[in-house]
């Protein structure tokens, strides 16, 4: 057995339609509803070019099979940040800076990656990392 990739984040959210277009905005995601039974007032799933959910956001009052406490804010519990594989570092600055998100950057040349760090609108603080840029 191994793991092949991150497979998908999942935000619980008090604001569906703004968490969504956050991502839409910054990532030029394909905002789509979830599938069947889930119900599209309560959830959206965002898709890269190649057809994966990355990010499935739901709403703070949709029912769920698995019953845990979530809440916006500064933290996230246990869970530091997320990261992601991304390419065009050039592009995500300038989408961060457009849409005036603050962010952080790190820099390691001896293994030729670029970071920049950065919170959503739930407190999720997101590591996108940029290998060879």
């Known amino acids: ?18 968490t969504a277009r956050f991502f839409v905005d910054i990532f030029d995601l394909d905002l789509r509803d979830g599938p069947q039974p889930l119900q599209p ?36 519990g246990a869970i530091h940040h997320v990261a992601l594989d991304c390419s065009d570092h050039k592009e995500f600055l300038a989408r961060l800076e457009a849409h005036d998100i603050s962010y952080n950057l790190n820099d390691i040349p001896s293994i030729k990656l670029k970071q920049i760090f950065f919170t959503e609108l739930n407190g999720v603080l997101l590591e996108l990392n940029f290998r060879g840029e």
């Open 1 to 18: 057995m191994k793991i092949n990739a991150l497979d998908h984040i999942n935000i619980i959210t008090d604001d569906l339609e703004g």
């Open 41 to 76: 007032e309560f959830v959206k799933w965002l898709y890269d070019d190649s057809g994966r959910a990355i990010f499935h956001i739901n709403s703070s009052k949709m029912p769920r099979s698995i019953k845990r406490e979530t809440k916006s804010g500064p933290t996230t």
